[in-house]
């Protein structure tokens, strides 16, 4: 085998285990990290909330760092060897050296033993962040949701109803509760980083933790037909004071609309 | 006239049937392609702009996705590249059942026009080419008509698999090992592998649709105590694996067209093979939950899939590797072939890659259902396998017509083609990021993306003219092109020993091939 041929590889076996290694150090970190931050997080009276926001922004600008290393690197060698391989007089022949078993088996396994190392290790970061998205903090609000073609219906604790728009005190977790009375519908908050299919026949959730008074869009992601586009709420963030102030009246109308109808009976 | 009709109808030789799939397949490219252009003129600017009724832009958007993969994508990969390739490539006669390859192209032609029939319906249907219940049981539009569709191209693919596993396992020429095949050979038969395991749960799905809606069956409706996720785990059962049905052949072809316009052997072999190719055989059928991260599955499901997902990159970065591996050492022209097959190197990268935080279950519970999916599997799926089938069609055509295309032309419309098709898709993603959801007529809600939508609708204008630029130039070389010659690209192959094009039975004598017998065997070092 040509000397060149095996410098090369002998350079781009070392590349790929030292990556190999870095990638199974961090799995093997990631795990480590797992074990120590969750007992301490249980021994505290109240459970440390978890910012999903802030985990999603997080983990999303690591693994795009990594695809991009990964993109860059096949992209950079791919333009060389087409820049330094091109054909010079038309009767040139490739010259591709004849690997031997060990080469050809190390130019499968390390790959794997590289590929896999970066999926374990995302799908561990992967799987935390999911653990945080699906378990509902115990001290919340939970609202009961109704989608159908094409309105989002919200019913708070004290049977309160809102259509379109979903009020929520800042600094406090909210659960929804969601089912559909038509079609499969999506609630999506994108400035939450959550969404979650509605459907007949089945109850899900999703739960995000307001913090700031303001407003947000919500919209459907699930195609429900002639108006999907335009099935939009507004997720509006009170001040906690202000929320109460508007719960309250809210629910003494109801109170008083019940009398009335029960009255009038 | 008649005569030529006539022999063309009731051919049974594979590379008419071929060419048959290709007049097909590129009809269905180019009205669903024309259901793109309308769907971009409508997003062209915030609100109601060419139509103020979003049903009918929802009809654009079904026809377009299902046409263009199951009457496109599908069987332009496994009707027109394998049948017109695979027996060249294995040094056979014909097919193993050369009438059945007639059916599945009636079939298939069926099919097509069934779903034109879409633009004459008075209710046409707008179920998206996945026709999820409920809405595909409650809506106004003729939702037969997807059901009908889906199996007839459903039962030409079915005969296509018996046909070409059949073909491949026992019609290769005397002395032609399985470690002789070309890759392109082997991506077929790994492709109709999946079809014939995943095509019947398709029928099935769409099938109970079918009697839900017009037969009071109830098998979706969970008031009569059916359940609506039933029929989205049946259809990604069978409509991921599609996904590798059109990857592999995709892949494989670019394979082939790298090696010769490199002159080169595939880097190891048999990585690509059994690692690469075999590796998305095992997988294929345990990812489709991440279809469905934000359906409420049960949460060990959801996390166990986001690791096959995960994994769904080795076998593919396999490829990667051998891919530009063959690149090593080679011997490099970029003749348009070659340029559209590189090309997917570079689509892939960014779609395939883009696929990772989609299979962390956490990242998509944003991403899911956003603009960001479209972006994603048009890199990855759509604009990288028409690129591939595009290559395999400019790489056949002095094949095919005995005549060449014009290079000059194929080149410019590459280039146009390339710029528009990145100037769409890469902004789309990015208006996912943004918080738009895919399949809106209307985002006058997100006023940030309006700029990237004018982006979007720039560079879908461009993918219209260069593909048809190379239109034109495959009619004017049908007709006008310079005599290509028997081998124009001094291809090793089997295919390119014969004459272009070859005459009824392939080849004058079958081939004898020994055991050192390569379809790369290029350079002096073997």
Redesign the interface.
Known sequence: MAEPMKRWLRWAGMVLMLTALSGGMALAQSRVETQRVLPGEWQVEERVIPDNVSGWDHLWEEILIDITVIGVIFALVTFWFLFRYRRRDPDQEGAMPKLSVGQAVGWAVIPVFVFMADDFYLAAQGWQLWNDYRSVPEDRLEIRLESAMWTWDYTYPNGVKTFNELRVPAGKPVLLRMTSRDTIHSHWIPDYRVKEDSMPGRITYIWFMPKVPGEHVVTCAEYCGHLHSRMKGKLIVMAPEAFEAWYEAEGAKLQQAKLETTGGA | MAGVLREWLFTTDHKKVGILYLIGSVAAFAVAGIMALLMRAELSAPGPTITAN??QY?VWLYFHGAAMILGFQIPALTGFLANYLVPLQIGAKDVAFPRLNALSVWLFFAGIILALLTFVLPDPP?V?WTG????SE??QGNTAFYSFTVLLLGFASILGGVNFLTTIAFMRAPGMGWNQLNIFTWSVFAAFILQLIFVPVLGTAVTMIMFDKYLGTNFF???QG????IYQNLFWFYSHPAVYVIFLPFIGIVFDIVATF????I??Y??VVY?GIGGILLLAGEVWIHHLY???MP?WL??GQ??TT??I??PV??M??GL???????????NTPMLYA?SV??LM??GG??G??L?????D??L???YFIPGHFHYVMAVAGTFAIFGGIYYLFPKMTGRMYNEKLGKTSFWITFVGVNLVFFPMMMAGL??M???????S??PQVEGLHHLMTAGAVLVAIGFFLALVNWIQALFKGQPAGNNPWGSRSLEWTTASPPQHGNFPEIPMLSKDWSPYA?????
């Open positions: 979003p049903s929802n707008d998206m999820y219940p409920p809405y409650i809506t409706d969970p008031t059916g359940d609506v996720l490199a002159r080169n052997r880097f190891n048999k990585m690692g934000v359906t409420g949460d959801r996390v986001m690791v995960l994994m990159s080795v970065g396999l990667f590797i530009v591996g063959t690149l090593y050492k080679g011997s490099i022209t970029f590189l190197i570079f990268l960014i890659l883009t990772i935080p299979a962390v279950a956490s990242i519970i944003n899911s259902d956003s943004e918080g959801p895919r399949r809106y007529w209307d985002y809600q997100f290029y350079g002096s070092s073997q």
